[in-house]
């Protein structure tokens, strides 16, 4: 009998869809459980609640299921028999993203105070130099399967570039949308592909409001919205951090998780990658803690949790962490009750913390993370001071980004300017 993955309250949808995409078998709405056909939606035609993918996903023996993944492609695609992807997608034009290093942060660990084990999950390492080009992945997957000859997004700039690049080496059209005041590093990136970009004026939400415009018009047609039409497909995506790192610890679940906040998608998935390990005897099953990271300048998550609410109250964000910038996270009720059930927490750091972390994580393990990482790293810190992360615990933290996408952030530069002789050097007194 197949695992399901997802619980539905109906049970009469086909699995017998337009599109083949692997295991997949239907979307199934988070709130009501109505099932859909696969197809390019997000919301559920009886309550308007979001869509996620529904699986059959294989059962048997855990240990042939565990070779078979060992022995596949490098990278994402060896979870291919749990993602909404066709059995034959390692053949594809792709990025192949994924497999990226889990560093034992021993250095970090000691200046933290954490005795149990500390990793940092370092997704710089992907092509586009952040997790986006996992979620990416699967969402060309989807676009190839329905027809759509563009690939578009609403994007705070990593994903902008993730598409950009996707789409070229997928010979699809691109055409993305940013916020007119992005990091220059990302602006570059996402222009250099060759596909349309454009800057509107706003925020993130108002670049995400004008892309769920274009999609109902004539001039949207055709188009696949990674994040908005193929946003079930997409979010699918973020499993893979969940799977790496339960590989990469030799098949077994972190004790604590980290994770940056923006819409809240990546957080829900890695949760739902890690049941699904678990469903499927991949891994042991017991406890473990997610933690959510936000940024002060935009933390209506954080907030919300500190208060108790279960509703976010969407905010104006006014923060460095421009990837997290999401004022009104699609994803955050859904947040707050996998922080809650797993006895996790939502926390916030200040733009400064995030800087400082920034470099205290560059100057300890080498890593240069953007500023969602100093989130990370930022809030992993004021947790473990405050008693709320237990330091003896296997903890896991997420870096989503390369430092050189946000250099506007880190004021870093020669310690002194010097002429090209031994007393000079003397004289600096380095």
Known sequence: MAVQAVESRTSDVSADSAVSLGPAVALSCRECGERTPLGPVFACAACFGPLEVAYDLPAGDPEALRARIEAGPAGIWRYAPLLPVPADVAEKPNLNPGFTKLVKADRLAHELGVTGGLYVKDDSGNPTHSFKDRVVAVAVEAARAFGFTTLSCSSTGNLAGAVGAAAARAGLRSCVFIPHDLEAGKVVMAAVYGGDLVAIEGTYDDVNRFCSELIGDPLGEGWGFVNVNLRPYYAEGSKTLAYEICEQLGWRLPDQIVVPIASGSQLTKIDKGLRE?????????????????????????????KAGHD????????????????GNPADGPYVLDIARRTGGAVEEVTDAEIVDAIGLLARTE???????????????????????????????????GDGLKTLDAVAAGPRATIRPSLDAFRAAGL
């Open 277 to 305: 390990l678990i469903a499927l005897g991949l891994v042991e099953d017991r406890p473990y803690r997610i933690f959510g990271a936000q940024a002060e300048g935009c933390a209506p998550v954080a907030r919300a949790y």
């Open 366 to 400: 080498g890593i240069f993370a953007e500023t969602a990482g100093g989130v990370t790293v930022g809030v992993t810190r004021k947790l473990v001071e405050a008693g709320v992360l237990d330091p003896s615990l296997t903890t896991v933290v997420l870096n989503t």
């Open 311 to 326: 509703v976010v109250r969407p905010v104006k964000p006014d923060t460095i962490a421009k990837s997290l910038a999401i």
